[in-house]
């Protein structure tokens, strides 16, 4: 009986972990590819949903764009991930100040 070898295509071989397409959307975003960054966020949060910096991360590039409940929504599940998560909370604090809600914002200021 003969083997047969056959020849996949490598992105078969290049499987990455969570910190891996954390990394490399912290490289786009730093690049100004938000787009990108927030495509490597979430697969990094598909592949470990307790990676909180990659919420906040993507909450990040989220802010950036504009999307400010998008940005607050991940915020929320860092610091659900993390209650000490100062960055968080900072974030956090900083979308809602853009959104006018100055209460919340100086709550999540205080915890940062």
Not at 2 to 17: C, G, H, I, K
Not at 25 to 30: I, L, S, V
Not at 57 to 83: C, H, M, P
């Amino acid at each position: 009986m003969a083997l047969l070898f056959f020849n996949l295509p490598s992105v078969y071989a290049e499987v990455q972990t969570a910190e891996e397409y954390l990394s490399n959307g912290n490289d786009a975003f730093n690049g100004g590819n938000l787009d990108l960054a927030i495509v490597d966020y979430t697969k990094a949060i598909s592949i470990n949903p307790n990676l909180g910096k990659a919420y906040n991360n993507r909450g990040v590039a989220y802010a950036k764009e504009g999307s400010l409940q998008r940005a607050i929504d991940d915020f929320t599940l860092a610091i659900a991930n993390n209650l000490k998560d100062a960055d968080a909370y900072n974030n956090r604090g900083h979308a809602y100040a853009e959104q006018g809600n100055f209460t919340q914002a100086i709550f999540d200021y205080t915890k940062a």
